[in-house]
């Protein structure tokens, strides 16, 4: 995937989805800045796309991972805003809220989560995590656990 993005985007042509796939490629490897850099651009590209909500997870989740907790929970409650019945944002919101020191707000969105996903544990919620850089992972998962999620 990375080198068929790679060659579309290198055509020049302004490309908003395979400037977000190139970014959250990104997110995935760790390169923060870069895929910060890369959704930015998708989104500029396309503001009104009705999937820019997951460019801005992707960009609140680069920044989770560059420790950068308020910039990321700011982008993440962004996109959340977008399309609201999309609960599953929370479960790496709650853990920016939480790093963040925003404690009530990640305590409210722990609960919508586990509202919508009742039998919801920190083992399910790990496993349904997408494949973040190991330090994220162990970031998250502390914080969800502190929150009081289940194992």
């Known amino acids: 995937a990375e080198q068929v993005i790679g060659r579309a985007l290198a055509t020049g042509a302004s490309l908003p989805w ?3 796939r190139s970014g ?5 490897k760790g390169n923060d800045e870069s895929a910060i850099e890369k959704l930015t651009i998708a989104l500029e590209l396309a503001p009104d ?3 820019a909500f997951n460019t801005m997870v992707g960009i609140g989740m680069a920044y ?4 950068l907790y308020r910039e990321s929970a700011q982008w993440q409650a962004r996109a959340l805003l977008e399309p609201p019945s999309s609960t599953w944002i929370h479960a790496t919101l709650c853990a920016a809220f939480a790093l963040g020191g925003q ?3 990640a305590g409210h969105s722990l609960h919508v989560l586990r509202r919508e996903y009742p039998d919801l544990t920190l083992a399910t919620a790990m496993a349904a995590y997408p494949p973040v ?3 994220y992972r162990e970031r998250a998962q502390e914080a969800l656990h502190g929150l009081g999620l289940p194992l």
């Open 49 to 51: 796309d009705p999937h």
């Open 103 to 105: 404690k009530s707000e």
């Open 18 to 20: 395979a400037w977000s």
């Open 24 to 28: 959250w490629i990104d997110v995935y």
């Open 133 to 135: 850089p190991a330090a």
């Open 64 to 67: 989770f991972n560059a420790g």
